[in-house]
């Protein structure tokens, strides 16, 4: 194939994915799917970059420093997030969890950070420059096609997000945040799902975009109503169905 050729399936590719209807739990399966690389993938990607070990709370990098390369998350969570003029911290790239490439757009798009990012988590995480992670895509195909098919889901998500901030009360965002991170981070237990993450009530509040008093009502509605169930910092789900279906 042609490069001229292998570059119009690309877009033509990326155009129908993202033209294409995409309900929530199709975004959540594509966004499972597409961060699983095969070994030799990561080995590819991991190879390249420099893995350091950070403590929770250290900033991996910040909204307005110059971008230089990608971060691979190989163990622990990250989140995305901005800070407003007032001061008030919003989760706008959600949380990002082990096997996540993040920092992409800047580099792709050679800007400045507009987001920080930091560990929630003690993590282990890999750097890798800007000019071995073009040729790492550029010399693969599969690695190349699947970070654009990120990127689209990232989009739509994205899109979700804000349609849920401009359209649904605090207990629906909220009641979506959990059921998404049920389904991607869940861990199948006796009576429920239990998200391993232990996120803290402030910063549930600012991936839904609220108080933190506000989220602590929230959850305890919803542990009230027998849907989830609270256990020190995490969280279980019990019934699934209404979850969703909570408004």
């Known amino acids: 194939m042609s490069a001229m050729l292998h570059y119009n399936y690309l877009v033509k590719y990326i155009y129908k994915l993202i033209m294409r209807e995409i309900t929530l739990d199709n975004i959540l399966l594509l966004d499972k799917e597409l961060k699983e690389f095969t070994e030799q993938e990561w080995h590819k990607l991991l190879e390249r970059a420099i893995v350091m070990k ?3 709370g250290s900033t991996v990098f910040s909204a307005s420093e110059k971008s ?3 971060f691979i998350i190989k163990s622990g969570w990250v989140k995305i997030s901005r800070i407003s003029k007032d001061g008030k911290e919003s989760v706008v790239g959600c949380i990002r969890n082990p096997k996540e ?39 693969d195909f599969n690695i190349s096609l699947k970070i654009m098919r990120l990127l689209a889901a990232r989009m739509r998500e994205a899109e979700e997000n804000v349609h849920n901030l401009s359209s649904n009360y605090v207990s629906k965002r909220l009641a979506s945040f959990l059921y998404k991170a049920s389904f991607k981070w869940g861990i199948d237990d006796e ?5 391993p993450l232990n996120l803290t009530h402030e910063e549930i509040a600012q991936v839904v975009g609220t108080s933190r008093q506000t989220t602590t009502k929230a959850l305890n509605m919803l542990q009230k109503k027998g849907i989830i169930k609270l256990e020190k910092k995490q969280i279980k789900i019990l019934d699934i169905k209404k979850l969703l279906s909570y408004k």
Do not use: H, M
């Open 68 to 70: 230089q390369g990608v």
């Open 54 to 56: 950070l403590p929770k």
């Open 191 to 195: 009576d429920g799902i239990k998200i």
């Open 101 to 139: 490439i993040i920092g992409l757009a800047e580099v792709l798009l050679n800007k400045n950070r507009t987001c920080n990012a930091v560990a929630i988590t003690d993590i282990e995480i890999g750097f890798l420059k800007t000019e071995d992670f073009y040729n790492l895509i550029k010399e």
